[in-house]
C-alpha cells in the first residue's frame, strides 16, 4: 500500500515507532555497534545485536525488522547473514540490506547481489556503491549524500534534511539503516518508511549541532536529541523534495 509522503505522514511514522517499540535485529560491523544499539533506544526501538549461528534464526524470528550491514565482515558472519535473511523471507520480516564499501571487496560483492536477489525491502548505499549494484522491482533505494534521494517502483523523492557533523561520527550511516529497518516495521511504504528514517535522522542531527561543540558531543547530543525528537518536529522541519512528473 502507498501513502503520501507528507511531513504529516513522517509524523505518524515516528508517533507509531514509539508506541509499538519495534524489535530490530542488526547484523552489523563491530566498529559502530554502541551507537547503534543506543540510537535505536533513544529513538524508541528495541535492538539485538547476536551473530552467533547457533542463535540467528531464533532472535531474526522474534524480530519485527532486519539490518544487514556488511561491514568488518567475515566468513562466518556471511554465513549467518544469508541464514537470517532466509527466516526474514520465509516469515515476510522486512530488511535492509547495507552494502558498505562492496567496491572495495569482490567478496563483499558478490554476497551483496546474493542477499538482494533474495528481495530486501530496502537497500541503503552511497553512490559508489550504487555504480556497483542495482537493485530493481520493488526494492527501495536509498542513496545518501548531502541530499538523501529514494526511489522505488517509479516514485522519487529527496531528503534535505542532516548536518555536515554526521559525517565526522564514525557509524551515522550505519545508524541511518537501522532506523531504517525500525521504520520497516512499523510501515509498509518504502518510500514513506526511508522518507521518515532519512528525516528523523537528519531533524535530530539538526537539533544536535547548535548544542554541540564538536564530533564528540555532537554524538552525545544526536543520541539526546533521538531521544526527545517528536512528531511535531518532523512536521515543523522535514525538507522533502518530490521528483517532477
Do not use: Y
Not at 559502530?32 to 526501538?45: I, K, W
Not at 569482490?106 to 536477489?117: D, G, H, S
Not at 516514485?155 to 531504517?180: F, M, Q, S, W
Amino acid at each position: 500500500m502507498t501513502r503520501a509522503v507528507d511531513a504529516d505522514a513522517l509524523g505518524d511514522v515516528l508517533a507509531r515507532l514509539r508506541e509499538r517499540r519495534p524489535r530490530v535485529h542488526c547484523l552489523l560491523n563491530t566498529v559502530v555497534q554502541n551507537l547503534v544499539a543506543d540510537g535505536l533506544t533513544a529513538l524508541g526501538a528495541v535492538p539485538s545485536m547476536t551473530s552467533s549461528p547457533e542463535e540467528i534464526e531464533g532472535f531474526v524470528a522474534r524480530a519485527d525488522a532486519l539490518l544487514v550491514n556488511l561491514g568488518t565482515l567475515t566468513a562466518e558472519r556471511a554465513g549467518v547473514s544469508e541464514r537470517a535473511v532466509a527466516v526474514a523471507a520465509q516469515r515476510s520480516t522486512p530488511w535492509v540490506l547495507d552494502p558498505v564499501k562492496c567496491e572495495d571487496s569482490p567478496v563483499r560483492l558478490a554476497l551483496a547481489r546474493r542477499l538482494i536477489a533474495a528481495g530486501p525491502f530496502a537497500v541503503k548505499l552511497n553512490a559508489s556503491e550504487a555504480a556497483m549494484l542495482a537493485p530493481q522491482g520493488g526494492i527501495l533505494i536509498v542513496e545518501t549524500g548531502p541530499r538523501d534521494r529514494l526511489a522505488v517502483a517509479g516514485r522519487e523523492i529527496a531528503v534535505a534534511n542532516g548536518d555536515p557533523l554526521l559525517a565526522r561520527v564514525t557509524g551515522t550511516g550505519c545508524l541511518a539503516g537501522a532506523i531504517l529497518a525500525a521504520c520497516a516495521g512499523v510501515e509498509d511504504d518504502p518510500l514513506l518508511a526511508g522518507a521518515a528514517a532519512l528525516t528523523i535522522l537528519g531533524v535530530s542531527a539538526e537539533m544536535a549541532a547548535p548544542r554541540s561543540r564538536g564530533p564528540g558531543s555532537f554524538a552525545v547530543e544526536l543520541l539526546d536529541a533521538l531521544g526527545s525528537i517528536a512528531p511535531s518536529d518532523l512536521i515543523a522541519h522535514a525538507r522533502i523534495h518530490h521528483a517532477e512528473t
